[in-house]
């Protein structure tokens, strides 16, 4: 197991900054550089929404021809700068373009990612700025300000690091920063995460990085919503010196930080009051248990029910019977639990036999009021199962998402 | 086009009642009974959910056997006899029983149908009750008290009906009662829905109430959840004499009967501010446009910027983005409208090109704050089309949905 820390020391190798550019009215920080000392391997996840935002497919195009070659991420929010047409690209490359400038390398050396509100243009007098002030800004120990830079509706930055050692006995840094907060979906949503590790990966990091989200950020519902702009990148340098084998500490440690990050971003969700593991098992098949596991998560009746503090189990039942897998109410099984847990193992047993389980209304009461609840729905069927982190729905939700661009 | 009256003055040949037994808590009304004088052929349209309703399950089992000897339907309120198991089934059935029993016929000839918790047994004594003080209280004019009576968190009773002429020379009557509220999905919901008429249609029932329910019931969509209980019943005796071809009033006014109370549910959806009509042309196929449309009336960030009064047009774009179908922004064009029409004749256009049209944000602020608001989405590839009808998600809802068992 890897130890995941909330916080980042510094990433040796790896320089950042976060300031304060006037894309926020605000005033608040708005935009993130990271610059790599040398030339770094990179890999990117993208989101799979038909309607792409003009830096994902900059760093799409780049990644696929330039993949060895990364030196910085320019990061803005405030300003999403997707459904703004060729202008919006012409913005888009414009901006690494001034990185390069500032930082001395190949405009297809950099990459950006943008969020905030869609369909309206980048402000680039406040870019230039930004990459003006964020140069003269660059430290190894500005993390945390860069967390908050890309921050939207998220209430707090999100942050992880991992100090590990290479087979060969180098140790080295790997960690990560993202935003979160609506729009978050499985397959990625409005969620940005960078991360960083200084030893390299005797193996193809693309690969290691698709496995790691899928276990981590393409296992988290906020709100069902998928956005234009998803992008998980990774950056490795050689710093350290090390060089790890798959046998080695790497892939776990990209397992453990982007878990972290995700649940973060699921905790720190828009409104968010309760952190709700979803498991499903018995299912037909994986796909088929993530499905079922995902209809119960965005299912609207669900998570009102939760945030109410109501052990409506019913609910919970009804959503996984409209998710298109066939399902027998006579094999079903649904426990819930206090914590992140099995709870089969040590919880509450609800319904079985098509039927309400005898349990006390006390006790499910008292389980659904603590901050985190497990449910664990056994289909009865077969060997499929899955695991999805999700929240509730809150009025907050409602305020937060109704006003966003007031 | 047939007239629909939001009212029923009666339709000779059936009688109604509205009662209170005791399933609410509250008091208020909560078991309804409809009566034919003479057997009716019956048909009706189910949830697809795979956790069906004992009642649906009677119901569904009862049509195949017997459609053609119909002669009442007991609706309860309060409790959904959902997640019972064999009890629920028992129950169910003597509802049914003790009905024929009163009334003076098999009991294979009476229908059922609940709304409310799930997963709790049904109190029989007041069930027991409630069919005594109904058989007592039946009238020709008492459909209003009917439909208050199948309420749950809707907050007005839900009627239409139609005055109609056989080709034969007779006149005749349609009606419908329905209630919803939450709950609801395309492929019917925690709706149940009961229609009427005193005239023989000569053709099939069932392939008459399918299309019907395709253009009504299966076009809306409050909060995407679908419930165990859904259920749409068509009972038509013969009272009138008259005796209509297909090419008569009768298909246009099922359609137009059921349109009403499927509006209507939407209209009176939980914590409803905004009526929106989300229309969709261009797409590869029908099927392709349903998808689309769907997956924008779901979306809880298009639903609550709605709210919000925020002409947050990219939201729109992105939810169509993710709704599976290969799209490209750059022929995609979105227009906005007041009240319920055809946007791309009667609106502004906001986005075209990939990018923002040039329009006067007041102007889509003002359009916007209706309380009907449409919207078109032409997606530029095909002859694909589509219309659902939905609302927006507000505090309300998460109020309702969070105490609702409390």
């Not at 040398?38 to 993949?67: H, I, W, Y």
């Amino acid at each position: 197991m890897v130890d995941v820390l909330p916080t980042i020391a510094g990433v040796p190798g790896f320089k950042v900054a976060g300031v304060a550019c006037g894309l926020k009215k605000t005033g608040a920080l708005d935009f993130a550089l990271i610059v790599s000392d040398t030339p770094c391997t990179a890999a990117g996840v993208f989101t799979t929404n038909q309607v792409k935002a003009a830096p994902v497919l900059l760093d799409m195009e780049r990644l696929k021809q330039n993949s060895d070659r990364i030196r910085a991420v320019a990061i803005n929010a405030g300003c999403a700068n997707a459904c703004t047409g060729q202008q919006g690209l012409d913005n888009a490359h414009q901006t690494a373009r001034w990185v390069a400038e500032r930082i001395g390398c190949a405009e297809d050396e950099v990459l950006v990612m943008s969020t905030g509100v869609i369909g309206m243009q980048l402000a680039m007098d406040s870019i230039r700025r930004g990459i003006d002030l964020a140069v003269d800004a660059l430290g190894e120990n500005n993390w945390e300000t860069a967390a908050r830079a890309i921050m939207t509706t998220d209430t707090r930055p999100k942050l992880a690091s991992a100090e590990l050692r290479a087979a060969s006995g180098q140790s080295y840094q790997m960690a990560g920063i993202a935003k979160g907060a609506g729009m978050i979906a499985p397959n990625m949503a409005t969620m940005l995460a960078l991360m960083v590790a200084n030893a390299r990966l005797a193996a193809p990091l693309p690969s290691l990085l698709h496995v790691a989200a899928e276990q981590s950020f393409n296992r988290i519902v906020v709100d069902g919503d998928m956005s234009t702009n998803d992008t998980l990148l990774f950056l490795t340098n050689n710093q350290s010196g090390a060089v790890e084998t798959p046998a080695g500490q790497y892939p776990d440690a990209a397992r453990a930080v982007s878990r972290r990050l995700a649940q973060d971003i699921v905790r720190d969700g828009e409104g968010v009051t309760k952190f709700i593991t979803v498991q499903i098992t018995g299912a037909p098949g994986s796909e088929a248990a993530r499905q079922i596991a995902n209809t119960i998560a965005t299912s609207p009746l669900v998570k009102t029910a939760f945030f109410g503090n109501d052990a409506n189990w019913g609910r919970i039942v009804a959503a996984a019977g409209r998710a298109g897998i066939p399902l027998d109410p006579e094999r079903m099984k649904l426990w819930m639990a206090a914590g992140e847990t099995d709870a089969a193992a040590h919880g509450l047993l609800l319904f079985e036999h098509g039927m309400p389980a005898s349990y006390s209304e006390a006790e499910a009461s008292a389980i659904i009021r603590e901050p985190s609840v497990s449910i664990r729905l056994d289909c009865g069927l077969g060997e499929g199962a899955a695991v999805v982190w999700t929240c509730d729905l809150s009025h907050e939700y409602v305020s937060i998402n109704a006003d966003y661009r007031s």
